[in-house]
């Protein structure tokens, strides 16, 4: 699914003034498969691009396309779909149930389309060395820990694209590589592209390209 | 799991006090209904007299006595008695103008003969089938309805013979007969009894037997109309009784006792099916406004679910499922708890000597589903709003 942005203005940055490069206000396209740095300061629209591409914000002029549709037409049942098989979102602020375990957490949302087993997360779990939180509540977590439980909770189900908001911004360097081998792995399973919205730091990964807020 | 976390950590004190004033209101509400609408099906059947119908005449006093006062009823009379509210229609009874002696006619019953009185009514004020209640020329056998009081002087005379006596049933099978004769001819015509009244003392016949026999038999210039039938408006006895004696007319006692009382009760029961509808529609409110706070407490779960991808249609129906079953537990409750109060309430009439149907009325239930459906639509309306706006926020 290619993913177009055409002179996309969200409102509140409309008064900000936006480099020539910028996303904002150009005409942008995320192709399908690649794997994409969102590169910017604070304050540039890192996470308004995450809401506006996923269709959780729609203060904006200018248009976003699937496939040539505008977002803006999609009816509820239609992103629905999209949110279970075509689009997965690691948020900044995570978004995780705090009241519910780790367990919980992950089955939630693994439940709607089954794509792992239990066994599976709980491996997913082992890998960035949190195997142990299972049964814990996910707001007694460290933000670290959090934030691999909200990784692993965005790669249990099919996608086209994992839109990732600042995911790293808890963990150390030795983390933040488990969570990237396992976020590239998963996407080059399902041939699914990435964005990843980041204060600058490429953490030594190859992306296919770059782009700017 | 969905579940487990929209309803995790929730207020019950406000649920409680919801499902109390929800499940007192439902069981008011079945109780009262059921028991109107016995109250006012009281009487029927035994009665062939329509509901809520007297029969009225003016008082006889000196006056009438020394022929200074009318005791019948003229056209303009009838018509200004029609116009009050609480009257819903008025019809001259007609008495016969001819002679007329009735007999039994069957081999299984003693002989029996009398000169008697017959009248006829408005067939509206009846509740007899109409193809029941016909009579034309030529036809052989004339349908009567016998005032009750004859069947007990029949037993009575039965039981002197040493005859067995009969039931109502078995007294509509015996065949009579009536000759009716003026000074020139006289003519025999079977009678069939089809039911029986406690409210006229006399036989009552078709309208157009009465016409026949005026017609053909009459002794002289018509009768003077002496007594009228008054339908009064369900549950408005008081005024019609009120109207009577302000207007010295008189009516046979039990039947303004009984319609009198009934006025009564179904007034009380109105008043208390007012308050249980108050009480279903507020605790109603209340279990609505609780969906609310739930949701508006669990707003970020509900957004949270939508942006993970779970259907919005999912998320409103484990709120509309869980309300539909709390309402669904106190409408049940409140349907057990109505068939004890009924017990009871049915033991302490029939200890009163009013046995009423035992039956459940169908318009309690009518109303508890009525009541549910209202409930449900109310609740998932509720939700689907509140999960909506959760989706577009």
């Not at chain 1, 007694?140 to 934030?147: A, E, T």
């Amino acid at each position: 699914m290619k993913i177009s942005l055409n002179k996309v203005m969200p409102i509140p940055l409309a008064s900000i003034n936006h480099g020539a490069n910028s996303i904002w206000g150009n005409e942008v396209e995320l192709l399908p498969g690649k794997k994409i740095m969102l590169n910017a300061a604070s304050g540039k629209g890192k996470s308004t691009f995450t809401y506006t591409t996923t269709g959780l914000r729609n203060d904006y002029s200018g248009a976003i396309l699937y496939d040539d549709r505008d977002v803006k037409t999609f009816s509820v049942e239609e992103w629905t779909t999209i949110r279970q098989t075509k689009i997965s979102t690691v948020f900044q602020d995570l978004q995780l149930f705090p009241t519910l375990t780790v367990k919980e957490n992950l089955l939630l949302k693994n439940k709607l389309t089954s794509v792992f087993s239990e066994s599976e997360l709980k491996e997913k779990l082992d890998q960035l060395g949190i195997a142990d939180k299972w049964e814990q509540r996910c707001g007694l977590l460290s933000m670290g820990q959090q934030q691999r439980v909200a990784i692993i909770r965005a790669l249990a189900q099919p996608f086209e694209w994992l839109i990732m908001d600042e995911p790293f911004s808890h963990l150390d360097e030795a983390n933040t590589q488990l969570c990237l081998a396992m976020i590239n792995k998963r996407a080059d399973e399902l041939n699914a592209g990435f964005v990843l919205t980041s204060l600058g730091d490429d953490h030594a990964f190859q992306y296919d390209y770059t782009l700017n807020l | 799991m969905l579940r487990q976390l929209l309803f995790r950590n929730q207020d019950k004190k406000q649920l409680i006090i919801a499902i109390v004033g929800s499940f007192l209101g439902i069981t008011f509400l079945i109780t009262s209904i059921h028991y109107l609408i016995k109250v006012n099906e009281f009487g029927k059947g035994t009665e062939i007299l329509g509901p809520n119908t007297l029969i009225v005449q003016k008082k006889v006093n000196a006056g009438a006595i020394m022929g200074l006062a009318k005791t019948d009823f003229s056209d303009s009379e009838i018509e200004k008695m029609k116009k009050e509210r609480f009257i819903s229609d008025v019809k001259p009874v007609i008495s016969n103008n001819f002679d007329v002696s009735f007999q039994t006619d069957d081999p299984h019953v003693p002989y029996f003969r009398s000169d008697v009185f017959i009248q006829t009514v408005d067939p509206q004020f009846l509740d007899v089938k109409s193809d029941k209640w016909k009579w034309k020329e030529g036809d052989t056998v004339v349908p009567i309805i016998l005032p009750r009081d004859f069947i007990v002087m029949l037993n009575t005379f039965m039981s002197a013979s040493g005859i067995p006596q009969v039931s109502d049933e078995l007294a509509k099978e015996i065949r009579f007969k009536f000759t009716i004769k003026n000074e020139e001819r006289k003519e025999f015509i079977a009678a069939k009894n089809i039911g029986f009244t406690n409210e006229v003392a006399s036989i009552l016949v078709p309208q157009s037997f009465m016409e026949y026999g005026n017609k053909n038999f009459a002794l002289g210039a018509d009768k003077k109309i002496t007594q009228i039938m008054i339908a009064g408006k369900e549950s408005e006895f008081g005024l019609v009784e009120e109207y009577l004696v302000k207007h010295g007319l008189e009516s046979k006692n039990s039947q303004m006792v009984v319609g009198k009382l009934k006025s009564i009760v179904s007034t009380l029961i109105v008043v208390i099916l007012g308050i249980s509808i108050i009480a279903v529609f507020v605790s109603c409110l209340v279990l609505i406004q609780y969906l609310q706070l739930l949701m508006s407490k669990n707003a970020y779960e509900v957004r949270t679910l939508i942006r993970i991808g779970y259907p919005p249609h999912s998320i409103v129906k484990t709120f509309f499922v869980y309300f539909l079953k709390i309402f669904g537990v106190i409408t049940l409750s409140g349907f057990a708890v109505f068939f004890v109060f009924k017990f009871f309430l049915d033991n302490i009439l029939i200890a009163g000597g009013l046995a009423i149907s035992s039956t459940v009325s169908l318009y309690s239930i009518i109303a508890l589903v009525v009541a549910y459906c209202i409930f449900a639509w109310a609740s998932y309306s509720t939700a689907k709003r509140g999960v909506m706006k959760e989706h577009s926020a």
